[in-house]
């Protein structure tokens, strides 16, 4: 049974379902789970509704003992933090790493966290050419590398990744509101904006940014 390859799909690193035998019940459950925290971290709802919603795929998972799923269960939440410009908390990530070496998730990590380690052969095939662009530090390479991967959220992810690597353009973050905005994810379209805003202040387009400041008055 392929277990990771359903668990979280969400990530493109990880790709779609397979496998004829039926997933255990906690194995299901945890997908479930993680797949409405997924939608619920990024439309934005309620902290203490998604903060349920990942509790209970984390507990599902624990009850497999299975330490990639679980620390594969955490890089989904941080590699969500990073599409939507948050910080990550690595803390139960590296415990999970203490425990038992995943090099895939390993590798994963350090993508998310900006590590120049990164291994790109562990990584799938539409983040390498983004990986190189960001380890390149070319701006223009980057933007068009985040627009060039086809799955919204790594894209997204990818997005926020090269922000935090200083690779911010215009045409960067154009594409961000615009995969947010398309997918209904109010919550990263939100950060986005606001970062969009700065980005236009910063570079003293005072009409552009009063614009996005409107369009998120209109829909906070």
Same mark, same amino acid.
């Given at each position: 049974?392929?277990?990771?390859?359903?668990?979280?799909?969400?990530l493109?690193?990880i790709?779609?379902?397979?496998?004829?035998?039926?997933?255990p019940?906690?194995?299901a459950?945890?997908h479930?789970?993680?797949?409405?925290?997924?939608?619920d971290?990024?439309?934005?709802r309620?902290?203490?509704?998604?903060?349920?919603?990942?509790?209970?795929?984390v507990?599902?998972?624990?009850?497999?003992?299975d330490?990639?799923?679980?620390?594969?269960?955490?890089? =989904?939440?941080?590699?969500? +933090? &990073? !599409? %939507?410009?948050?910080?990550m908390?690595?803390?139960?990530? $590296?415990?999970?790493? *203490?425990?038992?070496?995943?090099?895939?998730?390993?590798?994963?990590?350090?993508?998310?966290?900006?590590?120049?380690?990164?291994?790109?052969s562990?990584?799938?095939?539409?983040?390498?050419?983004?990986?190189a662009?960001?380890?390149?530090?070319?701006?223009?390479?980057?933007?068009?590398?985040?627009?060039?991967?086809?799955?919204?959220?790594?894209?997204l992810?990818a997005?926020?990744?090269?922000?935090?690597?200083?690779?911010? =353009?215009?045409?960067?973050l +154009? &594409? !961000? %509101?615009?995969?947010?905005?398309?997918?209904?994810?109010? $919550?990263a379209?939100? *950060?986005?904006?606001?970062?969009?805003?700065?980005?236009?202040?910063?570079?003293?387009?005072?009409a552009?940014?009063?614009?996005?400041?409107?369009?998120?008055?209109l829909?906070?």
């Amino acid at each position: 049974m392929k277990k990771v390859l359903c668990l979280v799909a969400l990530l493109v690193w990880i790709g779609g379902c397979g496998g004829s035998r039926p997933a255990p019940a906690w194995f299901a459950s945890g997908h479930q789970q993680l797949e409405t925290f997924k939608t619920d971290f990024l439309t934005g709802r309620a902290t203490l509704i998604v903060e349920t919603h990942f509790q209970k795929a984390v507990e599902e998972i624990k009850k497999g003992g299975d330490l990639d799923l679980l620390g594969k269960a955490w890089l =989904t939440r941080m590699a969500l +933090q &990073r !599409a %939507v410009l948050e910080e990550m908390g690595e803390e139960e990530i $590296r415990k999970i790493e *203490a425990a038992q070496a995943v090099p895939a998730n390993d590798n994963f990590h350090r993508f998310l966290a900006g590590d120049p380690r990164t291994d790109a052969s562990l990584l799938p095939a539409p983040y390498q050419p983004f990986l190189a662009a960001l380890q390149g530090g070319n701006a223009q390479a980057a933007a068009a590398a985040v627009a060039g991967i086809d799955d919204p959220l790594s894209r997204l992810i990818a997005a926020g990744l090269a922000l935090q690597g200083r690779l911010e =353009t215009e045409a960067l973050l +154009q &594409r !961000a %509101v615009e995969t947010a905005s398309q997918n209904g994810w109010k $919550r990263a379209l939100l *950060a986005w904006l606001k970062r969009l805003g700065s980005f236009y202040e910063a570079s003293g387009e005072a009409a552009k940014a009063a614009t996005v400041r409107q369009r998120i008055a209109l829909i906070q």
